[in-house]
């Protein structure tokens, strides 16, 4: 919660696993943290690029420094990416929308 800004860089390993959509990242969010993260297809429903972060390339360790220079150097945009950041974990992965997404599985599983 003391850092600024958020960053999670998720590779491919050799078997094609990945990690993503990283519990940290939503901690992070949650936390009025923007976030720089790898544009693999959970991240990205969590972050939508340039509102709530930015979104880059596996292994794009040069964009990641752009990001980080852009948001180091504008508090503003951070502090303002940062509460959309929260506003969307908040209403999308609050403890009532998880047990209800849960609750909905569930009940999908016991009506088969």
């Not at 993260?37 to 990641?64: C, H, M, Q, W």
Request: aromatic share 10%; hydrophobic share 35%.
């Amino acid at each position: 919660n003391a850092a600024d800004i958020f960053v999670t860089s998720s590779i491919k390993d050799e078997l094609g696993n990945v990690d993503d959509q990283p519990v940290s990242l939503i901690e992070a969010m949650a936390c009025g943290k923007p976030a720089v993260a790898t544009n693999f297809p959970g991240i990205s429903l969590t972050i939508e690029s340039k509102k709530r972060g930015f979104l880059v390339k596996e292994k794009d360790y040069k964009k990641i420094a752009y990001y980080l220079h852009i948001l180091i150097r504008n508090k503003k945009l951070r502090e303002r990416m940062g509460q959309e950041a929260r506003k969307y974990i908040i209403k999308n992965y609050s403890y009532e929308k998880i047990g209800k997404r849960y609750n909905e599985i569930f009940k999908k599983i016991m009506s088969n």
